[in-house]
């Protein structure tokens, strides 16, 4: 049975004569978290946490023994190891969740599995493409296992190749067209993501992770963006600036939509750190930082009034 969610409680609640009791008991049902639901954060996030300190281990002790360790030792000890999870998370009964943290951690077995052999056979275990190899082969098992652990290690994967390509073979690209770039990926990403749980009821898709990606998008949006306004004026810059403006909107809208004041708080942030980069560009002396000063610790002040007054709004909605 489809879980209910908080917006829908909220459209029964105001277009009908549901008691606030009924309302109420609603919401703890099926929107607040239980006792339940804590212990499987806790089961989750301590697997999660066991498996990294795994594969951590794994990669610390090649690191320590690599000069004592004969380069069949070290291909053979590394591919045992991801043949050995994949097939225990294959073809053992196990919980689906344990099989997904598994495969995940397979998946980060295969980047140490090209990393040693480029070491051991020079092939340049540091270049962008070990990193485009890792994302391409692992990439439909990230579609089939659809975890979103996996997810996060994949599109991590995408970012890093695309900036060690930048650093190692695009030298044209300049550090405006480049965040441009890492904005534009990331948010085609988040729109997916976003448009897919919407259109496809049966794809859950984590908050936490959606809000990564967000998070990633607008980290790049405000580097770009103050870079851009300290450099010289290119092409680049005034495409970043129409998309970054378009997106925003866009966050924004689909902020006051959803009830979500991720959006909107760190979309206003951005915006703020954006701004105040132009007024140093305007001047750079004593009294332009008061100005500067005195615009942070307003805008900031007006922000959060202003998302506590929303919350209050949405929650007397529900209520």
Same mark, same amino acid.
């Given at each position: 049975?489809e ?14 004569n549901?008691?606030?009791?009924s309302?109420s008991k ?7 978290n239980?006792s339940?639901?804590w #212990?499987?954060?806790?089961k989750?996030?301590?697997?999660g946490?066991g498996? %990294? ?5 794994i ?7 690599w ?7 070290k ?12 097939l225990?998370a294959?073809?053992?009964k196990?919980n689906?969740l344990?099989?997904k943290?598994?495969?995940t ?7 140490l ?6 070491q ?8 962008y493409?070990?990193?485009?190899n890792?994302?391409l082969?692992i ?6 296992v659809?975890?979103?652990? #996996?997810w996060?290690?994949f599109?991590? #994967? ?12 695009a ?8 965040? %441009?770039?890492?904005f ?7 729109v997916v993501?976003?448009?897919g ?5 049966n794809i ?10 967000a ?7 405000t ?5 851009g ?7 680049a810059f ?7 403006l378009?997106?925003?909107?866009a966050?924004v809208?689909?902020g006051?939509q ?8 760190v979309?206003?942030?951005?915006s703020?750190?954006m701004?105040?980069?132009f007024?140093?560009?305007?001047s ?8 500067? %000063?005195?615009?942070i610790?307003?805008?900031v002040?007006?922000?959060?009034m ?14």
């Amino acid at each position: 049975m489809e879980k209910i969610r908080r917006e829908e409680i909220r459209i029964i609640a105001k277009n009908s004569n549901w008691s606030t009791s009924s309302v109420s008991k609603a919401l703890h049902d099926h929107i607040y978290n239980a006792s339940g639901d804590w #212990l499987k954060f806790l089961k989750v996030f301590f697997l999660g946490l066991g498996v %990294s300190f795994t594969v951590a281990g794994i990669i610390f002790f090649f690191a320590y023994n690599w000069d004592a360790l004969h380069k069949f030792a070290k291909l053979g000890l590394i591919s045992g190891l991801l043949v050995a999870t994949t097939l225990t998370a294959v073809l053992a009964k196990l919980n689906p969740l344990v099989k997904k943290a598994l495969l995940t951690a397979s998946a980060v077995l295969v980047g140490l599995f090209l990393a040693v052999f480029g070491q051991v056979y020079q092939t340049g275990a540091n270049a962008y493409d070990l990193f485009l190899n890792w994302t391409l082969l692992i990439a439909i098992w990230v579609a089939i296992v659809n975890f979103a652990p #996996l997810w996060t290690v994949f599109i991590t #994967l995408i970012n890093i190749t695309i900036v060690l390509y930048a650093e190692q073979v695009a030298h044209g690209w300049s550090d405006v067209f480049l965040h %441009s770039l890492l904005f534009g990926v990331n948010s085609f990403i988040l729109v997916v993501f976003l448009l897919g749980s919407e259109w496809a009821k049966n794809i859950n898709t984590p908050s936490w992770f959606t809000h990564l990606i967000a998070l990633a998008a607008i980290v790049y949006a405000t580097m770009g963006v103050c870079i851009g306004i300290f450099d010289p004026p290119e092409t680049a810059f005034y495409m970043l600036l129409f998309t970054v403006l378009l997106l925003y909107v866009a966050g924004v809208l689909y902020g006051l939509q959803n009830k979500s004041a991720f959006y909107l708080s760190v979309i206003g942030f951005s915006s703020i750190i954006m701004f105040s980069a132009f007024l140093i560009k305007l001047s750079g002396d004593a009294g332009m930082f008061l100005i500067i %000063s005195l615009f942070i610790i307003s805008s900031v002040t007006l922000l959060i009034m202003w998302l506590i007054k929303l919350h209050r709004k949405w929650n007397a909605q529900i209520g």
